[in-house]
Nanobody
Framework: QVQLVESGGGVVQSGGSLTLSCVMSGRTSSVLTMAWFRQPPGLARLFVAAISRTTDNTWYADSEKGRFTISKDNAKNTVSLRLNNLQPDDTAVYYC??????????????WGQGTQVTVSS
């Protein structure tokens, strides 16, 4: 099993920035891809970005390209998501996910509990 714990959420004004972090523990060697998803109030959970644990490949949802940056530190088993120029529409619970496959937006096996990001106008 793999456990994921997110941190870094909070309340920020429009135009501000946040960095979310996710620490992975357990059978980390089984994980090939890590990702961030978000779930706005009353809506479905959406893919944000993913990163390979074994290569330098990253993938982003089209709507987040240029504003969000995903990064990793394999030695610390962490993945981070830098959120820039945040807007009220970015308000959501952000979830970290891990997959035992090389994947982009589907087939994630493990999920964190989520961290709330609230952007005020």
């Amino acid at each position: 099993q793999v456990q994921l714990v997110e941190s870094g959420g909070g309340v920020v004004q429009s135009g501000g920035s946040l960095t979310l972090s996710c620490v992975m523990s357990g059978r980390t060697s089984s994980v090939l891809t890590m990702a961030w998803f978000r779930q706005p109030p009353g809506l479905a959970r959406l893919f944000v970005a993913a990163i390979s644990r074994t290569t330098d490949n990253t993938w982003y949802a089209d709507s987040e390209k240029g504003r969000f940056t995903i990064s990793k530190d394999n030695a610390k088993n962490t993945v981070s998501l830098r959120l820039n120029n945040l807007q009220p529409d970015d308000t959501a619970v952000y979830y970290c996910a891990a997959s035992r496959k090389i994947t982009i937006s589907t087939e994630y096996d493990f999920w964190g509990q989520g961290t709330q990001v609230t952007v005020s106008s």
